[in-house]
């Protein structure tokens, strides 16, 4: 007789990632060149003075990692400006989304977000028998006060990402101070800020500032992006100390790995390399969009390292056709945006590759 699963489980969809390359190589048998840009990565690759610290530290790896990730912490608190007790530190910045809700939440309390928001929490949010809601945009951002009206007794977690992951689209200090202002207390606010060293536009949430008056946020951000290095898996959560200590009685012991700890560490200290990737991002960005014009396509405009748009075909058609053309993309009907995909802005010769593509899918549908 098969061992019964907690009954909570039965809601529960495994997430489906961005294809990864050498799945579509072999389903194709392509050797040409694949072009993955559907998971956000970095165009401009990896930190070379991660990739450096890296490379000399390798003989050191039968040696398990420092397990509270001293150097790392102190690193980043010194980076970021607040202490080593506000910082947690995880296996990519997801597994906080996993943590957090394994810390708060108990069977019937509501996990409320934006159905345009990150997809992780739903998971980690039924996998607790939680409540799951999520609430639709609005002109393509988050609908701030649809969610507050949304608020009720159950309402343990409300989670956010701003930039959004798939729309693309920012809130703005104020919006985001008035809504954080307005959450009564005894409420986790998670603010995914997985993309915020990409935002151009001053008007960005200072929300560290929510950490220092102990409000109850906890703010996510990640390697995996500007860093460029999303196989390292490093993310990391700011927050008063007692969540951080809190969130901590959950962690599974050596959660981020030893060869990760020094590349991030590294990784931190390469300015040059965040500069050169935010200007390839501009670059590909503004050439993009400015196709996507020139095509009549509808795109909603981005502040992160990828651009969402309504192709005006079937998307799953789509999908297909750029797969067989070796290019990658991410259809988002998972997201309640079924006519819509998201793009990662690539190297310019991916991104040109992609609007050839593009451009000969849409005249012969
Ligand atoms: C909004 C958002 N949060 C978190 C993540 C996951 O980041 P990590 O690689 O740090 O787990 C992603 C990845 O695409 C994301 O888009």
Do not use: W
Not at 70 to 97: D, M
Not at 308 to 317: M, N, R
Request: charge should be neutral.
């Amino acid at each position: 007789m098969p061992v019964e699963p907690r009954k909570a489980l039965d809601e529960v969809r495994p997430y489906i990632p961005g294809k990864p390359i050498e799945e579509l190589r072999r389903e194709l048998g392509i050797e040409d060149e694949i072009v993955k840009l559907a998971s956000n990565e970095s165009a401009a690759g990896t930190s070379p003075k991660a990739i450096e610290a890296m490379k000399k530290s390798i003989e050191e790896m039968y040696l398990y990692p420092d397990d509270v990730c001293y150097y790392l912490k102190r690193g980043l608190a010194k980076h970021l400006g607040v202490a080593e007790e506000n910082i947690f530190t995880g296996n990519g910045s997801v597994e906080l989304i996993l943590y957090a809700p394994l810390a708060y939440l108990s069977s019937g309390d509501e996990f409320l977000t934006s159905e345009q928001a990150f997809l992780i929490g739903k998971i980690s949010a039924k996998v607790m028998g939680a409540v799951f809601t999520a609430v639709p945009e609005k002109d393509y951002k988050h609908d701030l006060n649809a969610m507050r009206d949304a608020l009720n007794e159950k309402t343990k977690i409300i989670y956010l990402d701003n930039p959004s992951n798939p729309l693309g689209t920012k809130h703005s200090r104020k919006e985001i101070e008035d809504f954080v202002y307005s959450i009564p207390d005894g409420i986790l606010i998670m603010l995914d800020e997985a993309y915020y060293e990409f935002v151009r536009d001053s008007d960005f949430p200072d929300s560290i500032q929510f950490v220092k008056e102990n409000k109850n946020v906890l703010i996510l951000r990640t390697f995996s992006k500007i860093y460029g290095l999303a196989g390292m898996r490093i993310g990391y959560g700011i927050a008063p100390p007692e969540i951080i200590s809190t969130i901590r009685k959950t962690r599974i012991p050596f959660n981020v790995s030893r060869l990760g700890q020094i590349a991030e560490l590294a990784a931190l200290e390469d300015e040059d390399h965040v500069s050169r990737t935010v200007q390839l991002i501009d670059e590909g960005k503004k050439y993009l969009s400015g196709e996507f014009e020139k095509m009549g396509v509808f795109y909603i405009p981005s502040c992160t390292n990828f651009i969402t748009l309504k192709p005006g075909i079937d998307v799953k058609k789509l999908f297909a056709k750029l797969q067989k053309r070796g290019i990658i993309i991410r259809p988002l009907a998972g997201y309640g945006m079924p006519d819509f995909i998201r793009v990662t802005i690539g190297t310019m010769k991916q991104n040109k590759r992609f609007i050839k593509a593009l451009k000969e899918i849409l005249e012969k549908p």
